[in-house]
Each structure stands twice: as C-alpha cells, then as structure tokens.
C-alpha cells in the first residue's frame, strides 16, 4: 500500500523553489533543500523522484506564478492585435499595447527595488541556470531558451501592436534590445542592485521612446 502525502506540494515547490533561485540547480544541496521544505529527503524523492524532479517542478512554478502574471497584459495587447490581422482587418496602433511595455518595465524595475539585500528572489531563476547549469545540460538549456523566446514574443507582440505600420524586423530587433537591458539587468542585480534597477528604468524610458506620441 502507498504511502500518503501529508504536505502540500505547492508550499513544498515554491520553498524549494527560492532555495534553487537563490542557489541555483547545482548549488543547491539536498541539506538546503530538507531545511527550506521541512521534509526529508526520502520524502522529497518520494514525491518528486529526485532532485531534478523537484527543480523541475520549482522552474514551472516559477513561470506560472512570477513570469507569465508579468507577462500577461503584453500577451492580451498581442493577441488582440494578431486577432484584427488575422480577420483581415487593419490594425490601429494600441495605446494600450505601448503604456504595457512601459509599464512591464517599470513595474519590473520597482519589483527588483523593493526586495531587500542579500533576497533569495533577487535577479532571476532561469537567468542564473544559463550562467551555470545550463551550459552543460541539454534539458535545461532548453528550457532557459523557450524562457527567452517566451519573454520575446510577448514583448515583440506588444510593440508590434503599439505600432502596426513597424516592420517584423525592426519588431524584433526592439524586443531583443529591450529584453537584453531586462536579461542583463537581472543577472547583475545580487552585484548592484541599484545598477540593476537603473537598466530596467533605460528600459522603461527606450520603451516609451518607440511608443506613438497619440499613445
């Protein structure tokens, strides 16, 4: 007979999860992670089937409840826009589209502000892995390559709302600039943080240049 669960996995996810944020993949020890869940190792094997399993499970968390709420006001602005293309309907520039770039970084750069020093949530999952782990994993490697082309898309389908008339290209030539400053700024918010947030308000402030001045 099967042993029965008597935590909850969301709680266990989310405390392993700033423990792999804070550490990354391989800095994070199976001690750490017992400490921050309060379960055992053979417990957490039992659930997750190994310390993989669980990080793999943090990372989906991580998209679902930190990255995706973020993203989703550029995400509607896109698919509304890509909705009227697709009907055949000339595209209007969305003002809406444009304040939800500047907004995503603004909000971005206040998130990364307000977090005290020394926070286990400064900088960015995923961006850590891509420094680390991910140079040597192959599953992983993808998974912090659809991170990046998810921020991608959601970005490039708000400033192609924002401004129809703008070229593909020259679309995501914005998106890729915009999401380097984002990219780089987290990477360096446990060095400088005030740095870090500077980047995120250049950002900001490149956004609100390319949105149209009726925006």
């Not at 309907?89 to 939800?100: C, D, H, T, V, Y």
């Not at 286990?120 to 912090?144: I, Q, S």
């Amino acid at each position: 007979m099967g042993r029965s669960q008597s935590f909850d996995t969301t709680t266990v996810v989310q405390s392993a999860r700033d423990v792999f944020w804070d550490q990354g993949l391989d800095g994070a020890s199976l001690p750490d992670l017992e400490r921050a869940t309060g379960l055992n190792r053979s417990s957490l094997y039992h659930a997750f089937g190994s310390k993989r399993g669980l990080f793999d499970a943090a990372v989906e968390d991580y998209l679902d409840t930190v990255i995706r709420p973020r993203l989703r006001p550029l995400v509607t602005a896109g698919q509304a826009a890509a909705g009227e293309r697709a009907a055949g309907r000339p595209s209007a520039a969305s003002p809406e589209a444009g304040r939800a770039v500047v907004t995503y970084f603004e909000r971005l750069g206040s998130a990364v502000e307000q977090l005290p020093a020394g926070s286990p949530r400064l900088g960015c999952l995923l961006v850590g892995c891509a420094t680390g782990a991910a140079g040597h994993d192959e599953a992983l490697r993808a998974a912090v390559d659809a991170y990046r082309a998810e921020l991608t898309d959601a970005l490039a389908g708000a400033l192609r709302a924002a401004d129809p008339a703008l070229a593909d290209g020259a679309v995501e030539q914005r998106a890729r600039l915009l999401l380097s400053l984002q990219l780089s700024a987290l990477a360096l918010a446990r060095v400088n943080q005030d740095e870090a947030v500077a980047m995120l308000r250049a950002a900001r402030d490149q956004a609100a240049e390319w949105v149209p001045r009726d925006a």
